[in-house]
């Protein structure tokens, strides 16, 4: 299947616990980007990264770090995590000249 | 700093009814739109892409439409069915490699 993936769908943790979140994508873009979602469902962008290259950082916490081995993976890595972190974080792609987002299925972090 | 606005937050509608979903965006200076789906517990699915130098666009019972100077877009469905009921976002771009900035959606519910 050509799509956005992420691992894992599910995610529950303790308050101050590290924890990543993988991203992929197969469809051959170049740009991918990180969104958080939250309780009140409002969804904000938080990274994007252009072959590599991070191209927007919005004001968020320096606990959030994406990391972008290659155009086809987009990892977050959350340090210390917080109650206010719970939210539901989707990965999306897409190709710069074509601009159209597709999405991953998400993956609901749930901080205790 | 650019708002999206969906208004009403929620709409249900009989079956076969056409109807129209609005969106609102307070800077013109777009360079394209995005409507998505979004179903419970889902990721979201891009339904149209409208560019800022297009007026339409089109893909099966749906129609999104752009009118920057008045800050608008509108998505009709026609001939609505109990399969359209999900959550509709708009969401607009700025630049090239700026953020997409979303609306809070509009929740569609169509009743059998």
């Known amino acids: 299947d050509t799509a956005v993936s992420q691992t894992p769908k599910y995610l529950v943790t303790q308050m101050g616990n590290d924890k990543s979140i993988k991203c992929e994508q197969n469809?051959?873009?170049?740009?991918m980007y990180w969104y958080k979602q939250d309780s009140k469902k409002f969804l904000k962008i938080m990274f994007s990264y252009n072959n590599k290259e991070l191209i927007i950082n919005e004001t968020v916490p320096n606990r959030f770090s994406p990391k972008s081995p290659d155009k086809a993976h987009l990892n977050l890595h959350i340090n210390s995590l917080e109650l206010g972190d719970s939210a539901v974080y989707f990965c999306a792609s897409s190709h710069a000249s074509l601009d159209e987002q597709f999405f991953g299925p998400g993956t609901r972090l749930t901080v205790l | 700093k650019q708002e999206v606005t969906q208004i009403p937050a929620a709409l249900s509608v009989p079956e076969g009814e056409n109807l129209v979903l609005n969106c609102s965006f307070t800077?013109?200076?777009?360079?394209?739109l995005q409507w998505f789906r979004q179903d419970p517990g889902k990721g979201l699915t891009s339904l149209l892409l409208i560019q800022s130098s297009q007026r339409e666009q089109t893909s099966g019972r749906l129609n999104a439409s752009l009118d920057k100077s008045s800050g608008r877009s509108t998505l009709y469905i026609a001939a609505s069915q109990p399969g359209d009921s999900a959550t509709y976002l708009c969401?607009?771009?700025?630049?090239?490699?700026?953020?997409?900035?979303f609306g809070k959606g509009i929740t569609l519910s169509v009743r059998p």
């Open positions: 469809l051959g873009h170049d740009t």
């Open positions: 800077d013109s200076a777009i360079y394209n």
């Open positions: 969401a607009v771009k700025r630049g090239a490699n700026s953020k997409l900035t």
